[in-house]
């Protein structure tokens, strides 16, 4: 009998949606509001995006595909 792997959940959301949103509004923390994350949206917004440090480890992890949404599920590809 074959052995089952465990099928792990994936965020309805897109990575390419939120690359996008990363790349043009990423300072404004649109890419956290798409994925849910509205408390983290709002403190990027108001320190625009951590003063940058957070738009690049952002986006480090959008490309490397360890972004999570809201509930933290990775963001499907």
């Known amino acids: 009998m074959p052995v089952q792997q465990p099928v792990q959940a ?5 990575r390419w949606v939120a690359i996008l949103l ?3 509004l990423g300072y404004l923390g649109a890419h ?3 994925a849910g994350k509205v408390g983290m949206g ?3 917004l108001f320190t625009f995006g951590l003063c940058g440090i957070g738009w ?5 992890s959008l490309f490397a595909g360890s972004f ?10």
């Open 10 to 14: 994936a965020s309805p959301k897109s």
């Open 56 to 60: 690049v480890i952002d986006g480090v």
């Open 42 to 44: 709002l403190l990027y």
């Open 32 to 34: 956290q509001f798409y």
């Open 68 to 77: 999570r949404d809201r509930y933290g599920l990775p963001i499907r590809v």
């Open 22 to 24: 990363w790349l043009l």
